[in-house]
Structure formats: structure tokens, C-alpha cells
């Protein structure tokens, strides 16, 4: 099925670990973006990117890198995670700009211990 | 800067209630208008969009109209079923714009 694929779904990880979500689409999307959710605090956008090979940040980038090496493929890096990170994190993509409307992926559940 | 505010939740309705669920906005220029729905466990979907003034948005039932002269986008159903059941969203994006702004969102319960 066409769509956003995130993966992993479900991660628990100890503080000071890295990981990388990595988040693909099938839809020749040219816009890609990284948003956490939180109890109370809505979606916050993260990071985001309007075609290959860019990248610029959003409301809350500290503590996370990204890269778009390849036009379907969105990947969200933790170097040294924080409980503070805990969230569940939510890739979307659109074909243009934004206010084409989004597609997003199911979600991946981080808890950082 | 822009925004997008909606009525707290949680809404409980019985099942065929008729639902709405304020939300108004705040923004520079003519955004488009969007009603994204989250069900339990899963990632947001786009249920309706509408982008210039008077334009009405519709899809499974649920209808909003684009109001510039009040800046709002209430989103309404005549008769709700269990199935409903999610948080729903209202958000706004500029023409040409990166970015969407979302409201908190508003968790609607139905019961059976």
C-alpha cells in the first residue's frame, strides 16, 4: 500500500544511547517532516525538509539530527537520548507545500529509561 | 504569529448525536484550512481540507465551511457512531507555506 512507513513502531532505550527512526515514502513526496507528540503539548514540529539532500529546523530540534540522502527516505537521529525524549514520534510527508495537506506514518513509541 | 485554537475535550455524545467541535484561527494571509482525525494507536489522517473563503470541506459525513469573516472552521457530523471515536485535529497551512500549525486537538468519546 502507498504511504509512509515508519519504523521502528515500539524502541525503549537507556539514557545516553543513540538511535535512528527512519521514515520512507512511496509517493514521490518532495516534502518531508518530523513531528513528536505529547500528553497536552499537541504535535511539535522537529525537523523538516522541502526536497533531497536539505534539511532546516523546526520548534524543537535541539537533541535531534536528520537527513535526506534520498528523496523517500527521512531518518531522525538521537545521539545521546534523554528521558525528556520520550514521545511518540510521528513522519509526514506532502507533495508540495504544506498546505497540500499531509500523509503520515503510524508513529514510533519511544520511551528513553 | 499564527495560530489555531479548539474546543477542549473531552466530548462524549451518545451515538446519531449531532457533533460539533469549534475551532478558530489565527493568521496572516488566506491559509488553507484542515480537519485531520486520529483513531486510537494510530498516526493522524487527513479528513477534510478546504482552501479559500466559503469553501466547504466534506468527507464521511463531516462537513466544515471555510468563515474568513469570523476565522473559524467548525467541524460537524448530524449523526455520530461509535466508530468516530478519535482526536481531531484543526489545523492551518499557508499557500506556498513548510509548515502546518495544529491545534491541541479534541478527543471525542461515542457512546453505543
Known amino acids: 500500500n502507498a504511504g509512509v512507513t515508519q519504523t521502528p513502531k515500539f524502541r525503549v532505550l537507556k539514557t545516553g544511547q543513540s538511535m535512528t527512526l527512519l521514515c520512507a515514502q512511496d509517493m514521490n513526496h518532495e516534502y518531508m517532516y518530523w513531528y513528536r507528540q505529547d500528553p497536552g503539548m499537541g504535535l511539535r514540529l522537529i525537523h523538516y525538509s522541502v526536497g533531497e539532500g536539505t534539511t532546516a529546523k523546526g520548534e524543537v530540534p535541539d537533541g535531534y539530527n536528520v537527513s535526506r540522502l534520498k528523496k523517500q527516505n527521512f531518518l531522525l537521529g538521537l545521539e545521546s537520548a534523554a528521558p525528556s525524549q520520550t514521545s511518540v514520534y510521528f513522519c509526514a510527508s506532502s507533495s508540495r507545500g504544506a498546505d497540500y495537506g499531509y500523509t503520515f506514518g503510524s508513529g514510533t513509541r519511544l520511551t528513553v529509561v | 504569529g499564527d495560530s489555531v485554537t479548539q474546543m477542549e475535550g473531552p466530548v462524549t455524545l451518545s451515538e446519531e448525536a449531532f457533533l460539533t467541535i469549534n475551532c478558530t484561527y489565527t493568521?496572516?494571509?488566506?491559509?488553507?484550512l484542515f480537519w485531520y482525525v486520529q483513531y486510537p494507536g494510530e498516526g493522524l489522517q487527513l479528513l477534510l481540507k478546504?482552501?479559500?473563503?466559503?469553501d466547504k470541506g466534506s468527507n464521511k459525513g463531516f462537513e466544515a465551511t471555510y468563515r474568513k469573516e469570523t476565522t473559524s472552521f467548525h467541524l460537524e457530523k448530524g449523526s455520530v457512531q461509535v466508530s468516530d471515536s478519535a482526536v481531531y485535529f484543526c489545523?492551518?497551512?499557508?499557500?506556498?507555506?513548510?509548515?502546518?500549525?495544529f491545534g491541541a486537538g479534541t478527543r471525542l468519546f461515542v457512546k453505543a
Open positions: 489545523a492551518l497551512a499557508n499557500t506556498g507555506g513548510f509548515k502546518t500549525i
Open positions: 478546504a482552501t479559500k473563503a466559503d
Open positions: 493568521a496572516t494571509g488566506y491559509p488553507s
